[in-house]
């Protein structure tokens, strides 16, 4: 968690019925915590979650930990050769007898964007080659949250982070890590966000159901490092889905459907004007050709659908 966060929540007071308090704190009104914890809900204890280095990992504080299920550490480039290793021995326990069916664990992998965008992108791509039977998650907060917003390859043009402090913000395109996976064939991939609870828990269930891999990408609005109000977390990851700028869609049986066409679709600078990480393209006065281009981008997406 960046040292710029002053507000926090105890695990304990979040209404949950899988993830339990074990002192740890986070941001008030983190995007990534509240998609996380209804993915837990829904998937329950029966997982081990292997995760990368992040904001996520203060969750746990030796030798307590919020999940009633198995979690276990790792560095950032190397959670899903650790899903592997995990998968492997309760295969070889399943093997010799050792572990009933129903005592059967799925293996998820909980990722930040810096991991799953950037470090561990490799050992994920080997995964994904062997068809690992797994489930990736990656909470996007668009940045190095647990460092101080340094800008990942997930980072959106024109946004200010720590390693962007000029006029421009941020130079250059969020990579396509949903189109990656979905050009390798995964047995599903989701984007999800946690003010869309509804769309969320069908996809999970859905993920769950399934084997092999599978992404599920989470939008995560992040009020230290995106520099908004805690209270408006809700608000602008609705605002992400209403602009358009971040599709909730998935991939199964070879095709990608989108789940929510928000229709008329809100300018993009709705969106972006609520974000401290944007205030230069508005003030002191308005950076025309990159706001331009952020909604310009925007629409092509759409258009190639509609
Ligand atoms: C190889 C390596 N470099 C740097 C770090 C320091 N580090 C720990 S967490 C983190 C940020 C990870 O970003 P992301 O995966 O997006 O997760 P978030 O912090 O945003 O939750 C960094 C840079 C590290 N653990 N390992
Ligand atoms: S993702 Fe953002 S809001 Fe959540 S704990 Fe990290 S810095 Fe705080
Ligand atoms: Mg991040």
Not at 130 to 159: I, K, V, W
Not at 274 to 284: K, M, N, V
């Amino acid at each position: 968690m960046s040292e710029k966060s002053t507000a926090f929540l105890r695990m304990a007071d979040l209404p949950s019925t899988h993830l339990m308090g074990g002192g740890t704190a986070m941001c008030a009104g983190c995007g990534g915590l509240q998609a996380l914890q209804q993915i837990y809900d829904v998937l329950g204890e029966k997982t081990v979650f292997v995760n990368a280095a992040g904001c996520m990992t203060l969750l746990s504080v030796y030798p307590f930990t919020p999940f009633r299920g198995s979690w276990l550490y790792t560095s950032m480039a190397s959670a899903s050769a650790g899903a592997q290793g995990v998968r492997d021995a309760l295969d070889v326990l399943a093997g010799k007898g050792r572990l009933p069916p129903e005592e059967d664990l799925e293996v998820v992998v909980l990722a930040g964007d810096g991991s799953t965008y950037g470090m561990g992108l490799s050992a994920t791509s080997g995964a994904i080659d062997r068809g690992l039977d797994f489930l990736y998650l990656c909470y996007d907060n668009e940045g190095y949250g647990n460092t101080g917003q340094q800008a990942s390859a997930a980072t959106p043009m024109g946004a200010r982070t720590a390693t962007d402090p000029g006029r421009e913000g941020h130079v250059g395109f969020k990579k396509d890590i949903f189109g990656l996976w979905v050009a390798n064939h995964p047995s599903y991939a989701a984007t999800v966000i946690g003010a869309e609870p509804l769309d969320l828990a069908r996809k999970i269930e859905k993920a769950s159901r399934l084997s092999g891999p599978r992404l599920i990408l989470a939008l995560a609005p992040c009020p230290t490092g995106w520099r908004f109000p805690a209270e408006d977390a809700v608000e602008i990851a609705r605002l992400a889905v209403r602009t358009g700028i971040f599709p909730l869609k998935e991939y199964v049986d070879g095709e990608v459907v989108h789940t929510k066409k928000k229709r008329p679709r809100l300018p993009v600078e709705e969106y972006l004007k609520r974000q401290g990480r944007f205030a230069h393209l508005f003030e002191p006065e308005r950076n025309e050709p990159v706001i331009r281009g952020i909604q310009a981008r925007v629409d092509a997406y759409w258009a190639e659908l509609e």
